[in-house]
């Protein structure tokens, strides 16, 4: 997927971070919990939830998530979720709330104070402003000035 962050479950090549500056040491627990979240970001996730399967205290799935990833597992799912909506938000005619559903907050207004906690425009501005860009790009046309 590639979507989150300094570092997504596909970056993770046999439990190393790959890319950027050299191989970092992962954790099979790491890639398990992103690929979770990122197979159903719009479920209610909770740090006990990810920590279960590998049987591990929440704690240390922290720290682990953490040093590989550069995100505690929450964060990383609120990150996976603001950019999976902006990608619906640019490439469907899907509403604004039927979007925030979607991603996992069923509660439009929660969505919308998330959205412009991270992008400091709200969801309904970002997708006006770049629409027209995104299908310049789609079109194959380019782009204004350039």
Same mark, same amino acid.
């Given at each position: &997927?590639?979507?989150?962050?300094? +570092?997504?479950?596909?970056?993770? +090549? ?19 919990? &992103?690929?979770? &979240? ?8 909770? =740090? ?19 040093? +590989? ?8 799912? =609120?990150? =996976? #979720?603001?950019? !999976? ?17 979607? +991603? ?15 992008? #400091? !425009? ?25």
């Amino acid at each position: &997927m590639g979507l989150v962050g300094p +570092v997504a479950a596909d970056d993770l +090549v046999g439990g190393e971070v790959v890319g950027g500056g050299g191989a970092v040491n992962g954790h099979p627990a790491v890639v398990r919990a &992103m690929r979770l &979240m990122e197979a159903a970001p719009d479920r209610p996730w909770t =740090l006990n939830d990810l920590a279960a399967e590998p049987h591990l205290a929440r704690g240390h799935l922290f720290r682990l998530c953490k040093a +590989v990833t550069g995100l505690p597992p929450i964060t990383y799912l =609120l990150r =996976l #979720r603001v950019e !999976l909506a902006t990608s619906l938000l640019l490439y469907t005619d899907q509403s604004v709330s039927q979007i925030g559903e979607s +991603v996992g907050w069923p509660d439009a207004n929660y969505f919308a104070r998330r959205f412009k906690a991270h992008y #400091r !425009l709200s969801a309904s501005t970002y997708r006006t402003r770049f629409t027209h860009n995104t299908a310049l790009l789609r079109a194959g046309s380019p782009q204004p000035g350039g």
